[in-house]
């Protein structure tokens, strides 16, 4: 049975008074009333993960980072590793956000060396992929997806996927106020769980969770939701207000 997940992430806001409020508040508002089974996670920024973590133990909600190094340790200054998170009680990191792949240049190649960092350190990981505005209108947005997964999953055994998670996210949909359509959304994650149907089976098709990310809101995201292929949602500017985090969750 798949998932159920929403899960918030703040990039680069919040300092760490912001942070320990913006929690409190979502505490406050999902304490009651979240569907039995799904899943709440939050990924603050770096210098947050600690204060995070305290701040939810206790509570439904998960802390997830925004990134990770793909070594174990060295000279990589400003970078952190999978150790120093686990370190730290973090257990899930989020990987191959299209703004890590478009300001900091991370490649499909780097990005299964970070994947296999992570599946091999024990953390869980949200895997996102997409494409851009010129490939869905020059109608080549399945065939730039599938070679995201490809080149950077397809690498794994089937049994790696129990610890990974989808999240698809259109990039001409992230953070414009543009949100695909839910029949959108619905193609594209039907075509990718047919992907990994062929590829892996279905069954390992069937319990993967794939989350869709991409300017959701309270006022939409019931809509996406309802769809039989999308799990749940990767929120960007909603998750940094407690209220419309929470509307969000209670819509899946």
Known sequence: ?????????????????????????????????????????????FVNLQSAVKKTQKSIIEVAAQNMHQSKNGAFTGEVS??????????????????????FGETDALL???????????????FCFGELLEDRKSENHFKVVENQLKKALFH??????????????????????ETASPEQAQEMHAFVRELFAKEYGKDTADTISILYGGSVKPANAKEIFSKPDVDGGLIGGAALKAEDFAAIIKSI
């Open 82 to 103: 999978a150790d120093m998170l686990i370190n730290l009680g973090v257990n899930i990191v989020i990987l191959g956000h299209s703004e890590r792949r478009e300001y």
């Open 1 to 45: 049975m798949r998932q159920k997940i929403v899960a918030g992430n703040w990039k680069m806001n919040k300092n760490l008074d912001e942070a320990k409020e913006l929690i409190k508040g979502i505490k406050k508002e999902v304490k009651a009333g979240i569907e039995k089974g799904t899943r709440v996670m939050i990924a603050p920024s």
């Open 156 to 177: 794994l055994q089937k049994g790696s996927f129990a610890n990974i998670i989808l999240a698809y996210e259109p990039v001409w949909a992230i953070g414009t106020g």
């Open 112 to 126: 299964a060396q970070k994947v296999d960092a992570a599946l091999g350190n024990g953390l869980e990981v949200v």
